[in-house]
């Protein structure tokens, strides 16, 4: 079975700041890792996911993130956030074995103040 | 385009009623979820169904049921039995055997109990 632990409930920053919303996940088995973000009153939106390769991962909005297999981590980052960025962040895992359920964190709810 | 829709996307209940949210995909995958979500507590599964004509509960399934009697349509019914209706619920689709596109999202719907 996966665990997902997303270590802050709420990041505060400000406009134009970088900002990391830390994810730490737990399988026994190889993964895949999605970060999603929900704007209020929506659903949740695929910003980008790990499957294989590149341990460096872009995805829309400038966001980025980087799997780390070793500490169990898949963090999103960006260097410059924007207002529109407020929203409440996802981080995900799946077993790469078939018919597996997606496995959700707590959220991270990033607020952008001006 | 294919997607998945929620409806209705405002819901309001009386105390003994049961009601039904609807949710539908055109996007041919064989598994569908259904998830609640309150504030600060994440998503949570509901039900989900991997194949027409069978589902399974998933971890708050308790006054909650659903029907999957074709591969398009995934509708979930609150009933009375269900004592804090009241969230926003969320539906969603995926491939049954690969998850390499995670999930795809509805844009919910917002129950409240009158």
């Known amino acids: 079975a996966q665990s997902v632990t997303q270590l802050d409930s709420q990041v505060p920053v400000f406009e134009e700041a970088p900002v990391e919303l830390r994810c730490n996940y737990s399988s026994s088995v190889s993964v895949y890792l999605f970060w999603y973000v929900q704007y209020p009153n929506q659903g949740l939106q695929l910003l980008l996911k790990?499957?294989?390769?590149?341990?460096l991962v872009k995805g829309i909005n400038g966001f980025e993130a980087e799997f780390n297999k070793s500490q169990t981590s898949f963090h999103l980052r960006k260097p410059s956030v924007h207002i529109s960025d407020t929203a409440e962040y996802f981080c995900a895992v799946s077993s790469i074995q078939g018919a597996q359920k997606l496995v959700f964190g707590q959220g991270t709810r990033l607020t952008i103040n001006p | 385009d294919g997607g998945i829709t929620q409806s209705p996307k405002y819901l309001f209940r009386k105390e003994g009623q049961n009601v039904t949210l609807s949710c539908e995909q055109n996007l041919n995958h064989d598994a569908m979820y259904w998830y609640r979500q309150d504030p600060g507590q994440g998503l949570r599964l509901i039900y989900y169904s991997q194949i027409v004509n069978d589902f399974q509960k998933g971890d708050i399934a308790e006054g909650y049921s659903v029907s999957r009697e074709k591969k398009e349509s995934f509708p979930l019914t609150v009933t009375s039995a269900q004592k804090n209706p009241t969230a926003f619920y969320l539906c969603a689709s995926s491939n049954y055997m690969v998850l390499d596109y995670g999930y795809t999202f509805g844009s919910g719907t917002r129950l409240t109990v009158v």
């Open positions: 790990y499957l294989s390769g590149s341990t």
